[in-house]
C-alpha cells in the first residue's frame, strides 16, 4: 500500500507545474502560505543535505529564488557525493569484525568472515552426482530401516495420486514417528545437567568412514544428543548440507558432510531409535535436508523452538534461548558464511559448536517448566508434525503446500508469480514462461542456483525489450553472466520464436472473433428476404415430398442446398448428413434454428417434429409466409429472452387464427388518428426503411389509441404510402399542441 502511495504521489508532482503551483498562490491566500512554508522546509533540507557533504558551506543555497532551484542537476550531484560516501562507510563498516560477548568464550569467535573466496564446487567430487531432475517424484535414500515398524518394502511403495496430490513416496518413518512412544526419562523432572566450560573442551571433527563408525558408537551410549546442521544453497540448486554438528553431555561432534555424504546413512542406527531423544531447534528445515541429501530420518524428536512457544516466550530463536539460559550471545554473522570451504577456520568451527554445545542444558530446562506447566505432551505432537515432514520435487508437489511437503518453488507456475510482482502484461506470460524455463533447466544441469544463471531483473528486461540478436542480448543492461554470453543466440532465437508463437496466436483469436460478424455484415436486406422466401418455399416441398414417400431418407437434399451460396459460404454453417442420400432431423433443426437466429426473419418460422410428418399430410397454407402441419403433439417451446432475435413458437391452428385476429385488431388501431410524435426518435427516422417491417412484429401486446410514433412499424393496409405518412407526420405542426415540431440529432 505505501508502495503504491508513493507512485500516486510521484505522479501528481510530476504532473504539477511551477505554473500551476504559482497561479494556486496568487487566487488563493491559504495555497500562497502553505507554499512558502514548503519552500522554506525544501531550503533547509537542501541546504543540510549539502552540509553533510561541504564542509565549506560553498553550495548553500541562499534563498528559494536561487537558480539552482530551476536546475536540480546540481542537486542530484550533491546527493550522488552523499550517497557514494555512504557506500565507502558501509563497506569499512562491514570489514570490521564484531565483538562477541560470552565471557571466557569470547577470543574463539571473533574472526572476520572471508566472504569473496572463492570455492571449487564440491558436487565436482560426490561419488554420486547431484540428481536434479524433475522426471518423477522424490525417492527416499533407504536401503536399509533399522527400529522400523513397517517393512521398508511397505514404506517405499509409491502412493497414488488423489485430488490436488500427484503420486508420491510417503515417509518412510511415518508409522515409527507417529507410534513410538518417547523414552520415559523425557516425562520426569530432573535436575540440570550443567554443560562443561566451552574453552576448556574441543569438539572433533570426523571426516573419514572410521571416525564415523566410532562416533556411532559413542552415541548410542546417551539418551538425549544435540544437533544441528549448516546448510548451503547460494550456488547450488535445491541446496546442500555442508556440516552436521552433535553433542551429547561430554562431546562435541563436528561431521564433515561433504566428505562422507554416502556414508552418513548409517546415523539412522542412532537418529531412528526412540529410545534416545533428538534435541533439535527449528528442525523445520533440518528435516528435509537429512532425508534429501542423506537419507536421514528422526525418531523421537524434540524441538526447542516449538516448546519456547508453548511456553510463551517473547522470542523463539536459538540466540534468545542462549541469552536466556546461558547468559551467551551467539555471533550470528556466521550464519552468512560460506560452509562449503575448507579447511574452517577455528571461529567457524567455534560457531558451528556452540549451537549445539549448550543444547542439552537448554533441554533440561525447558522441560521442567513444560512439565510444570503440563505443556509436555503438546510439545512433543508438534514435534511428530516436524518429524513428518517430506521433501518432494516441484513437478510433484501437492497443489496446495502445507507444512508436511516441501518443495523448493511453493508455485505451481512461478513465472507467473514473477511476471505478476513486476506488472509484465498477462499477453507476455508464454514469454517469460519460456524464458523462465530455460534458466530453469541450465540451473538443473550445472547443479547452480537460476538466479545466478540469469537474474529476475535480466529476466524481465529481456521480456520487456525483446532483443532479437545475440549482440542485442548482450547489450542489455544488467549482470551478463558466463551462461548468457554462452547461450546468447539461443536466448535470441527463444525470444523471437515466443514473440512469433503468441503474435500467432492473437491473430487467430482476433480473426475467430471477427469471422462470423463480417460475413453477416456482407449481407444484405434484399438477400435475407429472398433466402427466406426460398426456405419456406422449401419447406412446403419436402413436407410434400416426405408425405409422398413416407421416407426421409428419400428426400432430396437439393431443397436443402436450394440456398443461395453467398448466405451459405457466408455464414460457414457446419454441414453433416447421416445419409448421402438426404437429411435427418438434426441437420434440418439446425437449418431451422440458423434461419430464424442469424438471418433475423421477420416471420417466425414453426416446424412441428419431422417424425409427425410421416404419420399425417402436409397442410401448406396459401399465405407462403408460414407453413403449418396439424398435429396434436406440440413441440416444445423455447424460453423467450429479450436478446433474442426470434423466438420459435408452433402454434396450433386455433391458435394461430386467434394470433391473426390480434394482428387485425392492432392494424386497425394504427389507422386510427393521428399518433403523436416521440421528439427523442427523430434521428431514427432516416434508417433504411425496411427495418420497420422487423421492429413490428416484435410487438405482441396491442397498442392504446394514442401512443408514441415509432417509425419502424408497419401498416399492412397502405405499404405502399406508409413512407409518405412518416415524412408528413415529421413535416406537419399539429393543432392546438401550441409546439413546433424539430428534430436534433442526439
Request: charged share 30%; glycine share 2%.
Amino acid at each position: 500500500m505505501d508502495k503504491y502511495r508513493n507512485d500516486i504521489y510521484t505522479k501528481l508532482f510530476e504532473a504539477l507545474s511551477e505554473e500551476n503551483v504559482s497561479f494556486h498562490g496568487t487566487t488563493d491566500r491559504k495555497v500562497k502560505k502553505a507554499l512558502e512554508v514548503t519552500k522554506e522546509q525544501l531550503l533547509n533540507k537542501v541546504n543540510k543535505l549539502i552540509r553533510a557533504v561541504d564542509e565549506n558551506n560553498t553550495l548553500l543555497v541562499k534563498d528559494e529564488n536561487s537558480k539552482l532551484f530551476d536546475d536540480w542537476t546540481s542537486i542530484s550531484n550533491i546527493l550522488d557525493i552523499g550517497f557514494e560516501k555512504s557506500d565507502k562507510l558501509c563497506d569499512l563498516k562491514k570489514q570490521k569484525s564484531l565483538k562477541r560477548k560470552a565471557e571466557s568464550d569470547e577470543q574463539l569467535l571473533t574472526g572476520p568472515i572471508n566472504k569473496k573466496i572463492k570455492i571449487e564446487k564440491p558436487q565436482m567430487y560426490f561419488k554420486t552426482p547431484v540428481d536434479n531432475s524433475d522426471n518423477g517424484p522424490f525417492k527416499p535414500k533407504l536401503s536399509n530401516k533399522p527400529y522400523s515398524i513397517e517393512p521398508l518394502n511397505e514404506s517405499l511403495k509409491l502412493v497414488p495420486a488423489e485430488l490436488g496430490i500427484p503420486e508420491h513416496y510417503k515417509n518412510p518413518y511415518s508409522v515409527e514417528i507417529k507410534e513410538q512412544e518417547y523414552n520415559s526419562l523425557i516425562f520426569k523432572k530432573q535436575e540440570p545437567v550443567s554443560y562443561l566450560p566451552f574453552n576448556e573442551t574441543s569438539g572433533i571433527f570426523i571426516t573419514t568412514d572410521e571416525d564415523l563408525k566410532d562416533m556411532i558408537a559413542d552415541l548410542k551410549n546417551y539418551t538425549e544428543l544435540a544437533i544441528d546442521l549448516e546448510h548451503h544453497d547460494l550456488r547450488t540448486y535445491y541446496g546442500i548440507t555442508c556440516l552436521m554438528q552433535i553433542s551429547t553431555r561430554d562431546q562435541d561432534y563436528i561431521v564433515d558432510t561433504l566428505l562422507l555424504r554416502e556414508e552418513l546413512n548409517q546415523l539412522n542406527e542412532v537418529f531412528c531409535n526412540p529410545n534416545i531423544t533428538k534435541v533439535l531447534h527449528g528442525a523445520f528445515m533440518d528435516i528435509i535436508w537429512l532425508q534429501r541429501d542423506f537419507g536421514l530420518y528422526i525418531v523421537g524428536l524434540f524441538d526447542t523452538y516449538h516448546a519456547s512457544r508453548s511456553l510463551g516466550f517473547k522470542k523463539n530463536s536459538l540466540a534468545f534461548l542462549l541469552s536466556h539460559y546461558v547468559n551467551f550471545d551467539a555471533a550470528k554473522q556466521y550464519q552468512l558464511a560460506d560452509w562449503r570451504q575448507r579447511p574452517l577456520t577455528p571461529e567457524l568451527l567455534s560457531y558451528a559448536r556452540s549451537d549445539t554445545h549448550f543444547l542439552l542444558y537448554i533441554f533440561d530446562m525447558l522441560r521442567n517448566e513444560l512439565l510444570s506447566r503440563n505443556k509436555m505432551q503438546h510439545v512433543l505432537d508438534e514435534s511428530r508434525k516436524v518429524a513428518l515432514r517430506r521433501f518432494e520435487n516441484n513437478t510433484y508437489r501437492p497443489d496446495t503446500l502445507s507444512a508436511d511437503v516441501y518443495s523448493v518453488q511453493d508455485k505451481s507456475k512461478p513465472w507467473l508469480h514473477l511476471a505478476r510482482n513486476y506488472y509484465i502484461p498477462d499477453k507476455w506470460d508464454p514469454l517469460v514462461e519460456a524464458i523462465f524455463k530455460w534458466r530453469d533447466e541450465v540451473a538443473r544441469k550445472e547443479d547452480e542456483n537460476p538466479r545466478y544463471i540469469m537474474s529476475n531483473q535480466f529476466l524481465l528486461k529481456l521480456v520487456t525489450e525483446k532483443p532479437k540478436t545475440a549482440t542485442a542480448v548482450l547489450s542489455i543492461e544488467g549482470l551478463i553472466t558466463s551462461f548468457i554470453k554462452s547461450n546468447a543466440n539461443l536466448i535470441a532465437h527463444l525470444i523471437t520464436t515466443s514473440e512469433s508463437n503468441i503474435q500467432d496466436d492473437n491473430q487467430s483469436a482476433t480473426a475467430k472473433s471477427k469471422s462470423f460478424s463480417s460475413s453477416i455484415d456482407n449481407i444484405k436486406i434484399e438477400d435475407l428476404k429472398n433466402e427466406k422466401e426460398e426456405f419456406c418455399s422449401m419447406l412446403g416441398s419436402l413436407s410434400e415430398q416426405i408425405a409422398a414417400d413416407n421416407n426421409p431418407a428419400t428426400c432430396d437434399s437439393k431443397y436443402i442446398f436450394n440456398l443461395s451460396p453467398h448466405v451459405w459460404n457466408e455464414v460457414s454453417l457446419p454441414i453433416s448428413f447421416s445419409s448421402s442420400k438426404g437429411i435427418n432431423i438434426e441437420d434440418f433443426k439446425k437449418r431451422e434454428e440458423a434461419v430464424n437466429k442469424e438471418f433475423e426473419l421477420e416471420i417466425k418460422l414453426s416446424s412441428p417434429k419431422l417424425e409427425a410428418l410421416f404419420e399425417h399430410a402436409p397442410v401448406v397454407e396459401s399465405n407462403p409466409e408460414t407453413v403449418s402441419i396439424p398435429n396434436d403433439e406440440l413441440i416444445e417451446n423455447k424460453e423467450s429472452n429479450d436478446d433474442d432475435v426470434v423466438v420459435l413458437k408452433p402454434y396450433r391452428l386455433e391458435q394461430r387464427n386467434k394470433a391473426l385476429e390480434e394482428k387485425r385488431k392492432t392494424e386497425e388501431i394504427h389507422n386510427q388518428d393521428v399518433i403523436p410524435l416521440d421528439y427523442s426518435s427523430g434521428s431514427k427516422m432516416l434508417v433504411n426503411h425496411d427495418k420497420k417491417r422487423k421492429k413490428s412484429k416484435k410487438q405482441k401486446k396491442p397498442m392504446a389509441a394514442k401512443k408514441d410514433f415509432n417509425p419502424y412499424e408497419e401498416k399492412k393496409a397502405d405499404t405502399k404510402d406508409s413512407k409518405a405518412k412518416v415524412l408528413k407526420n415529421m413535416s406537419r405542426k399539429r393543432t392546438g399542441s401550441g409546439k413546433s415540431i424539430s428534430f436534433k440529432k442526439r
